[in-house]
């Protein structure tokens, strides 16, 4: 239990590091999430194939969930550009309203009845968030795209679950990275020519942060959450990842010096999401479990 903990907060730490990535690597962000996507799937379809645990999937399913794949290559565009145009601090904490807009959209896509509860903690959140907005104006850019992307992260995270209950977890993610990876591929395009730049390949340092980002970022860290749901239950680690904004603004603050671009809006609006996240918690646990179907053991959160 005690090495299934470690690997939980090793994870929740890599996880933590994306946004690390996003300051790192000098591509536009559409470019770096094409790449990430594009290498994650080279790497773990040549880890299924050699291991002979690659499974296909029908037509209809494949293209159901790699418009599920594409959800979550958006999400990271606009995550990626939140951190661009602000800094990581702004665009971890702005992926705090993910609660905001799941708790509207997943009542109206499962069928399910809206918690009033669920809508008062999103609304708290969404009261630090307008804070930070509304005294921080340098950063609105970022904010704008922040949200926007935990919008959509809402919508990719609802619709996983949806879709992921009638598949096995690998086939799930490659066949959602290759998704992604085609319908970028296909919006790219359009998106350079609004976007220009002044090449499309990354030198040797990006190609070394991006290959870091695909394989230990992404392929890693789903391997050590499927390696710790297998322990630890679905309830703790989701919790536990509330912790996951905190690690990447001390990393942000540590390796950039962030801390001398964030203001006392800053860290107000960031104290009530915390409270937000706090109560929230206290709130989950007070119900009871067994109530709750067993989630699968598929990650759900697209980091």
Known sequence: ???????????????????????????????????????????????????????????????????????????????????????????????????????????????????????????????????????????????????????????????????GQNHPTNTLLLHEMLGGFIGLSCLLPFYLHYFPVATIIPDGTNLVYLLILASVCTIGLYTLQIQVLKVISAFTVNLSYNLEPVYSIILAILFFHEARELNTPFYIGVAIIILSVILQTLSVTREKRSLAPPDKDYPSRPR
């Open 1 to 163: 239990m005690r090495e299934a903990f470690a690997k939980l907060h090793l994870s929740i730490l890599i996880a933590g590091t994306t946004g690390i990535f996003g300051k790192l690597i000098t591509l536009n962000e559409g470019l770096l999430v094409w790449y990430r996507m594009l290498f994650a799937s080279l790497i773990f379809g040549a880890i299924l194939w050699f291991s002979k645990k690659l499974q296909t999937v029908g037509w209809k399913e494949a293209l159901k969930i790699g418009g599920v794949g594409l959800l979550l290559g958006l999400h990271w565009v606009f995550f990626y550009g939140s951190i661009k145009a602000s800094n990581i601090s702004i665009g971890v904490v702005c992926f705090s309203t993910v609660s905001f807009f799941t708790a509207f959209l997943e009542p109206l896509i499962l069928h399910r009845k809206i918690s009033i509860k669920e809508i008062l903690f999103s609304l708290l959140t969404l009261f630090g968030i307008i804070l930070i907005f509304h005294f921080d104006t340098r950063y609105r850019l970022g904010i704008g795209l922040g949200v926007i992307s935990s919008g959509i992260c809402a919508l990719f995270t609802i619709t996983n679950k949806k879709i």
